[in-house]
């Protein structure tokens, strides 16, 4: 393949560089695998972007460079902090004071994947100080994941809601702790106080710009329409800024934009539809994060001494969560039942996973290969086959809105069911 691109490279010289026709031509083709899946499996587009960053992650292209830096990890952060924001902006904090036992269905799961990832890693003799960052980003959820497919299956209910609150808190919990971890291996501390002050400077700087997210916001939404092409504009323009800002001041750029989220909707609690000039942009830059990311996640590792930790990371995680979304279950208002397919769509892992392995691969290069070795397959299987698990527990939960599977709706206006979400 790079001789391919060598060659082309010589006579194709365009004028924003010959990456930009890559990735044009990429997202072309994603765009129409994913098209192709949807139509034909009934599974999610998502799936489709993941099998063609695969592909051409395997065949060696060189257009995502590991770890993340550079435009490649603004475009990731960026889209990121949009879905992010907008899952926070589905979490009101009157719920949690209503139902506090939501909250402790997300501890509860949260703790039980980090520790029982981090004792299987050291029970298979991986190193401590890689063991721990390892059960940190096994920790996160992928809200973007998750949010893809419930657009594509167009489901709604009490499942539904509550896998998007819990993988969106569990995102809170990894990207604090990711990125204090990260600081704490370039900086080792020898106190308690010296472990605790990194998480207070990532979670202050981004509470900080996170609340002068919401205030524009806010601010904003007194002159502004909420469905105005212009507002959508603006809103992606602030999230930018507030990406390069958070990032540059030690703190947590879609951390920011979450806890941005969840800020506005206190400020602003009427209903507030999501502008769908920006579900447009979210769409095109969600598009480009899934492919990003399986494109880098195929270039790690792949042989069978990784392969044994990896499949042990995902069936410990996959385990640790549903038993931990049942044992926070109780007096939750959620059926048994409910509680195991909320802990079935709260598999997959996706961007969020990514960026902080990449924070502890540039923090300490030794550490971080290690990390990489075993997070980035995982990373890569999970974003496919999280997909898939989360998209059966959505229609077994009986909150879809489409039939299953989907040759049952062929019969009739197949314009409806060819509709781009």
């Not at 902006?89 to 520790?115: C, D, K």
């Not at 600081?183 to 509470?207: D, E």
């Not at 270039?299 to 001494?305: C, H, T, V």
């Not at 990371?313 to 509680?339: C, D, P």
Request: with cysteine; hydrophobic share 55%; aromatic share 8%.
């Amino acid at each position: 393949m790079n001789e391919l691109m060598s060659f082309w490279a010589q006579w194709l010289r365009p004028s924003a560089g010959l990456p930009t026709v890559q990735w044009a031509l990429l997202l072309a083709v994603a765009t129409v695998a994913g098209y192709l899946v949807q139509r034909h499996s009934g599974l999610p587009k998502v799936v489709g972007y993941s099998l063609v960053g695969t592909i051409v992650g395997l065949a060696g292209f060189e257009g995502a460079v590991w770890p993340l830096q550079g435009i490649g990890l603004f475009l990731v952060e960026l889209a990121v902090a949009v879905v992010l924001f907008e899952a926070g902006g589905r979490i009101p904090l009157r719920w949690f004071r209503h139902n506090p036992m939501v909250l402790v269905q997300s501890i509860a799961e949260s703790v039980l994947t980090y520790f029982s990832v981090y004792w299987v890693m050291l029970w298979l003799d991986v190193p401590a100080h890689a063991a721990g960052p390892l059960a940190i980003v096994a920790l996160a959820a992928s809200p973007a994941v998750l949010t893809r497919v419930v657009s594509d299956t167009r489901a709604a209910g009490p499942v539904t809601e509550r896998a998007i609150v819990l993988a969106t808190l569990s995102s809170l919990y990894a990207l604090a702790l990711g990125s204090a971890q990260a600081g704490l291996i370039q900086r080792p501390a020898t106190s308690l106080l010296g472990q605790v002050y990194p998480v207070l400077v990532v979670l202050g700087v981004s509470v900080a710009v996170g609340a002068l997210l919401s205030l524009l916001m806010r601010l904003a939404l007194r002159v502004m329409s909420p469905t105005s092409e212009n507002t959508a504009i603006l809103l992606l323009a602030l999230i930018a800024a507030s990406t390069v800002v958070a990032a540059h001041m030690g703190g947590s750029a879609p951390l920011a934009a979450l806890l941005g989220g969840m800020l506005l909707k206190q400020l602003h609690p009427r209903p507030w539809a999501w502008p769908r000039q920006m579900g447009t942009a979210s769409s095109l830059l969600t598009m480009l994060m899934f492919v990003l990311v399986s494109t880098v996640a195929a270039q790690g590792e792949w042989n069978a001494p990784v392969a044994t930790s990896v499949v042990a990371l995902i069936l410990v995680r996959l385990l640790a969560k549903a038993v931990g979304v049942g044992v926070g279950n109780v007096g939750s208002g959620a059926s048994w039942r409910q509680a195991f397919w909320v802990g079935c769509a709260m598999t997959p892992m996706s961007a969020i996973a990514l960026l902080v392995a990449s924070q502890f691969v540039v923090a300490s290069s030794t550490t971080g290969e290690l990390i990489a070795r075993i997070a980035l397959p995982a990373i890569l299987v999970m974003e496919m086959l999280g997909a898939v698990i989360a998209t059966y527990a959505i229609y077994r939960a009986g909150e879809s809105a489409k039939p299953w599977p989907p040759q049952a709706e062929r019969g009739g206006n197949t314009g409806e069911s060819s509709r781009e979400s």
